[in-house]
């Protein structure tokens, strides 16, 4: 046969294997991790290829399950007018004020001011 031919051969022969492992490595990598994931119910990044848990944002907030925002924002506005009603402080007024450094005994009084002559 043609030596030209039997090169081609060879050349497509390894293109197709590098091909093929190009598609498993891939396969490897980031779909049957992927898949996986999904099946625990996690988040596939694939970009850092991690799995993140999602986390349920009202567990965070402490609103109840089945509660949209704006009814819960309406019902914490309501309990908020509620404890101003009543008396309750504030988050703001229940915060204790920063104290002063307090003075050392037996220290010497600031100097006074000259006052100044006309």
Known sequence: MNPTINRLKLVFLVLFAIGTAAIWGYQF???????????????WD???????TPLYIPSITGRPKGMSRKAWSERQAAREIQREQE???????????????????GAAAPPATPTAKK
Do not use: S
């Open 29 to 43: 990598f980031y779909v049957f991790p992927a898949q996986k994931c999904d099946e625990r119910g996690g988040w």
């Open 46 to 52: 694939r970009k850092g290829r991690i799995c993140a």
């Open 87 to 105: 008396g309750y402080p504030t988050a703001e007024a229940a915060a204790p004020a920063p104290k002063a450094p307090a003075a050392k005994a």
